[in-house]
């Protein structure tokens, strides 16, 4: 992770390899394999103040890349810490195009700093990074990084909206096909006499 960081010239939070066992250790991680079980990628959860995960160190194997695997991985952890965490907020930041996509289709939007976590032990991960003398400079109020979140109580609305909308979806269907059929049968009423369409506007609206 720390040599493909370097590779693209951005910086990382360097975690010990010990820290990272750990994760696998507690079922905080998603490890990707090919068929033959060849290595392909890797993830895991960190957790802040009780309220903030975040789904760090994504990495996938070169000869694996630009095939969906990232994808995969990142769509599995974020399953793995909404199960796991379901009231917590889900971060990200990140200078990779690609993990922005990823995150954006999951659902995260862009933020600014002050919406992340402020346990200082997350920022105090940005030390190993190349970026951190810019970091501070602007009082950790900005960097490279585009900060992405992901609320589940933002989403929560839009979810109960639609399974709402499912559980009713055979009531409106119905309901649109009685209208339907009442402005058909205007609709020739009307070629008869104008005034009868505003009677069907009255009824679609009704
Ligand atoms: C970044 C990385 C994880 C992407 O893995 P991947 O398996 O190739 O990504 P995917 O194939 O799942 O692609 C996901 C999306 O990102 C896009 N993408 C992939 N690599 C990209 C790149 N280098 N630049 C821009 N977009 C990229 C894909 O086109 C795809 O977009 P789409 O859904 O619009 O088609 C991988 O290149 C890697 O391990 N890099 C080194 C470590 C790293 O940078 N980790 C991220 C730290 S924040």
Redesign the pocket.
């Known amino acids: ?1 720390e040599a ?2 370097k ?2 010239g ?1 910086g ?1 939070a360097k975690r010990s390899p010990e820290y990272v066992a750990h994760k696998m250790e507690e079922g905080k991680a998603v490890i990707a394999l090919s068929g033959d079980g060849t290595w392909a ?1 890797f993830c895991y959860i960190e957790t802040w103040e009780g309220e903030y995960v975040a789904n ?7 000869q ?11 769509q599995r952890i974020f399953e793995l810490s909404r199960e796991k965490y379901p009231d917590a907020k889900l971060f ?8 922005m ?2 995150n954006s ?1 999951l659902g995260y939007e862009p933020v600014t700093y002050s919406e992340l976590t402020q346990d200082e032990k997350f920022w105090a991960g940005c030390q190993s990074c190349v970026n951190y003398d810019i970091l501070m400079s602007k009082e950790r109020k900005n960097c490279l ?1 585009t900060a992405m979140l992901f609320d589940p109580k933002e989403h929560a609305v839009v979810e109960e909206v639609t399974k709402e909308f499912a559980k009713r979806k055979p009531v409106f269907e119905r309901l649109l096909r009685f209208k339907q059929n009442r402005f058909l049968k205007r609709l020739t009423i009307d070629r008869n006499g104008g005034r009868k369409l505003k009677m069907f506007f009255f009824n679609l609206l009704s």
């Open positions: 992770m493909s960081a590779a693209r951005t990382i990628g760090s160190g994504l990495i996938v194997s070169p694996f890349r630009k095939g969906g695997v990232a994808k995969a991985i990142k990200g930041l990140t200078t990779g195009l690609a993990v996509k990823i289709d990084c």
